[in-house]
């Protein structure tokens, strides 16, 4: 059984930067591909950037590219998710993933076997 816990969220202005952190646990989670999806209010969850379980393949939606950025830490079983330059339409909730699938890196809801709960960010303007 894979855990995923995610971290850094809160409530900033706009133009802010927030580094989300998900935290994996799960005999062979260091093998799996992570992802980070969000979702908005009344609002589909949404595809945000993922990598692949070395850390040597991201994929990153191309609304937020050139803001966001995805790593991972093998040794801790941690991924980030880097935001900058936050805008009032990145708040969601954001959502941590795992595939087991590791070195597919996708950005498929469907592929992800494990899910986080989820961290609130909220962008004020």
């Known amino acids: 059984q894979v855990q995923l816990v995610e971290s850094g969220g809160g409530l900033v202005q706009a133009g802010a930067s927030l580094r989300l952190s998900c935290a994996a646990s799960?005999?062979?989670?260091?093998?799996?591909?992570m992802g980070w999806f969000r979702q908005a209010p009344g609002e589909e969850r949404e595809f945000v950037a993922a990598?692949?379980?070395?850390?040597?393949?991201?994929y990153v939606a191309y609304s937020v590219q050139d803001r966001f950025t995805i790593s991972r830490d093998t040794a801790k079983n941690t991924n980030y998710l880097q935001m900058n330059s936050l805008k009032p339409e990145d708040t969601a909730v954001y959502y941590c993933?795992?595939?087991?699938?590791?070195?597919?890196?996708?950005?498929?809801?469907?592929?992800?076997?494990?899910w986080g709960q989820g961290t609130q960010v909220t962008v004020s303007s």
């Open positions: 993933a795992a595939n087991q699938e590791g070195t597919v890196v996708s950005g498929t809801s469907s592929h992800y076997n494990y």
């Open positions: 799960g005999r062979t989670v260091s093998r799996y591909s």
């Open positions: 990598i692949d379980w070395r850390g040597e393949s991201r």
